[in-house]
């Protein structure tokens, strides 16, 4: 099982990126997707989730309007679109699916599976 996240580059504050999760091994249509991030010498943090069916979505306070988590259950890929990027957004960005039927969490420990981290650099 994995998953592969990219996307992920060096940006000028204002711009945009779109990480991609691609899964591989087995399916998680039926698993919460999340995205999270750590900056150096910060906690893991969540950055935005989405429900199995796509009819729930969450986010960071201070990413709301600015990023959309989206996912295509049919190619087992979680997407983060990230609009009006800030250098305090600059982190390693990691996406991770839940147990199967379970809410989004913004909980890391109830993610069972992680991707490798893709770098966002936001420079001024």
């Known amino acids: 099982v994995q998953l592969q996240a990219s996307g992920g580059g060096l940006v000028q504050a204002g711009g945009s990126l779109r990480l991609s999760c691609a899964a591989s091994?087995?399916?998680?249509?039926?698993?919460?997707m999340g995205w999270f991030r750590q900056a150096p010498g910060k906690e893991r943090e969540f950055v935005a989730g989405?429900?199995?069916?796509?009819?729930?979505?969450y986010y960071l306070e201070s990413v709301k309007g600015r990023f959309t988590i989206s996912r295509d259950n049919a190619r087992n890929t979680v997407y983060l679109h990230m609009n009006s990027l800030k250098p305090e957004d600059t982190a390693v960005y990691y996406c991770?699916?839940?147990?199967?039927?379970?809410?989004?969490?913004?909980?890391?420990?109830?993610?069972?599976?992680w991707g490798q981290g893709t770098q966002v650099t936001v420079s001024s």
């Open positions: 091994g087995r399916t998680f249509a039926s698993s919460p």
């Open positions: 991770a699916a839940g147990r199967a039927s379970m809410r989004v969490t913004i909980t890391p420990e109830t993610y069972d599976y």
């Open positions: 989405i429900s199995w069916s796509s009819d729930s979505t």
